[in-house]
């Protein structure tokens, strides 16, 4: 499969751990972007990184980082978790680094936090 | 600063009748607009942007400027549409697309 993949699927933690979710973007996408989906806030836009580089930051929270590597897969690191964290992260790619191109979403990591 | 609002979290319909998700936004520039779909299990997916002035799956949608809309219709909705909808907004200067909170498309038989 040459779309986007996310690994784990599935994640459960408990409160004041640190986990790391990633990311494999589509071959030739050099954009990736990660997105928190919970019931309350829809599709909320955390980060993206153009080839390696910060482009943009959305409503991320400090206890969050992220990085694109060299081979353009990425990492969402989140730490200190809290129950509110639970929720479903979804990593995208696409070709281009502006809001004008289509997003190619991964089928996310469903994180809980106990 | 950019603003998707999708006012209705459900919509629940029967099968064969008329279906318009509402999408409105806020907006400084020259907007893109698009329509992505999530179907149970699986990955969200775009199904239509406003350039590209098609109809996916019997789906439209009209870019209205002046009342900063996009709503989606759909004049025969169909079970198979069952799906969560989000609105999402981009254009030139902005690094990626901000997403309404989505509307469930509910079709029962």
């Known amino acids: 499969d040459s779309g986007v993949t996310q690994t784990p699927k599935h994640l459960i933690t408990a409160t004041g751990q640190r986990v790391t979710l990633r990311c494999s973007p589509r071959?030739?996408?050099?954009?990736v972007y990660w997105y928190q989906q919970s019931l309350d806030q829809g599709l909320q836009f955390l980060i993206q990184?153009?080839?390696?580089?910060?482009?943009a930051k959305g409503n991320i929270l400090e206890r969050f980082s992220a990085q694109q590597f060299p081979d353009l897969h990425s990492e969402l690191n989140l730490s200190s978790l809290e129950l509110g964290d639970s929720a479903l992260y979804f990593c995208a790619s696409s070709v281009s680094q502006g809001g004008t191109g289509e997003l190619f979403f991964g089928e996310g990591s469903r994180l809980t936090v106990l | 600063a950019q603003r998707v609002t999708q006012p209705e979290k459900l919509l629940s319909v029967f099968k064969g009748a008329p279906v318009e998700l509402k999408c409105n936004y806020s907006?400084?520039?020259?907007?893109?607009l698009f329509w992505y779909v999530q179907y149970s299990r699986q990955r969200l997916q775009l199904l239509l942007r406003?350039?590209s002035r098609e109809s996916i799956k019997g789906f439209t949608a009209d870019l209205n400027k002046g009342e900063t809309s996009f709503h989606l219709k759909k004049p025969f909705a169909q079970e198979e549409d069952s799906a969560m909808y989000y609105c999402?907004?981009?254009?030139?200067?902005?690094?990626?697309?901000?997403f309404g909170k989505g509307t469930m498309l509910l079709v029962s038989p």
């Open positions: 071959s030739g996408d050099l954009s």
């Open positions: 990184y153009y080839n390696g580089e910060e482009r």
């Open positions: 907006y400084s520039g020259s907007p893109e």
């Open positions: 406003h350039i």
């Open positions: 999402a907004l981009g254009g030139m200067g902005y690094s990626t697309l901000t």
